[in-house]
T-cell receptor, first 109, second 113 residues
Framework: DAKTTQPTSMDCAEGRAANLPCNHS???????VYWYRQIHSQGPQYIIH???NNETNEMASLIITEDRKSSTLILPHATLRDTAVYYC??????????FGDGTTLTVKP | EPEVTQTPSHQVTQMGQEVILRCVPI?????FYWYRQILGQKVEFLVS????????KSEIFDDQFSVERPDGSNFTLKIRSTKLEDSAMYFC???????????FGSGTRLTVV
């Protein structure tokens, strides 16, 4: 039970922003939201994480709603190399990340 | 950029044989993990390791599995008597802090024949 809900798949045009939603309505107050991606059968790659505030790094931005029940990962200018499965995960001091089915993002030329 | 290194990249073994999968986590990381992914399925948590002991394990991690950090740099996963259903990609991961993201290795593809 991954405890997050994501759409199965999404498409995005190359160069446009990719907005990937995640629902985590039962998240507890001390749990963070983490995003990873997996390209083909490579190891998962950490992207970003946050607790309450919106976060940005060199890879992406993370927007967390005020009630913390959902979040959106934003890839501002998607490229073909961003085609991957994106996982939204709840975690924190529990010490493990449980992966769900994720969203398969396909970036198209 | 620091990497988690896993060897071998692919291992084929006969059913019933013992295998050891090896990982070198990032040097200043303190928490270590093994995950597996059966072809076409989810990434599944196996075990977490901290301060030279298992901190958490899943129901998959039964008596056939064991982990060890033998020398302060390597982190190994041993499967004592492999079964066909152990065929999967095995990923090692590490992190400096429980609240940080994990860094994963590129995996070992284990094929049991």
């Amino acid at each position: 039970d991954a405890k997050t809900t994501q759409p199965t798949s999404m498409d995005c045009a190359e160069g446009r922003a990719a907005n990937l939603p995640c629902n985590h309505s039962t998240i507890s107050g001390n749990e963070y939201v983490y995003w990873y991606r997996q390209i083909h059968s490579q190891g998962p790659q950490y992207i970003i994480h946050g607790l309450k505030n919106n976060e940005t790094n060199e890879m992406a931005s993370l927007i967390i709603t005020e009630d913390r029940k959902s979040s959106t990962l934003i890839l501002p200018h998607a490229t073909l190399r961003d085609t991957a499965v994106y996982y939204c995960i709840r975690g924190g001091h529990a010490g493990k990340s449980t992966f769900g089915d994720g969203t398969t993002l396909t970036v198209k030329p | 950029e620091p990497e988690v290194t896993q060897t071998p990249s692919h291992q084929v073994t006969q059913m019933g044989q013992e295998v050891i999968l090896r990982c070198v986590p990032i040097s200043n990381h303190l928490y270590f993990y093994w995950y597996r992914q059966i072809l076409g399925q989810k990434v599944e948590f196996l075990v977490s390791f901290y301060n030279n002991e298992i901190s958490e394990k899943s129901e998959i991690f039964d008596d056939q599995f064991s982990v060890e950090r033998p020398d302060g740099s390597n982190f190994t996963l041993k499967i004592r008597s492999t079964k066909l259903e152990d065929s999967a990609m095995y990923f090692c991961a590490s992190t400096e802090d429980l609240l940080y993201g994990y860094t994963f290795g590129s995996g070992t593809r284990l094929t049991v024949v």
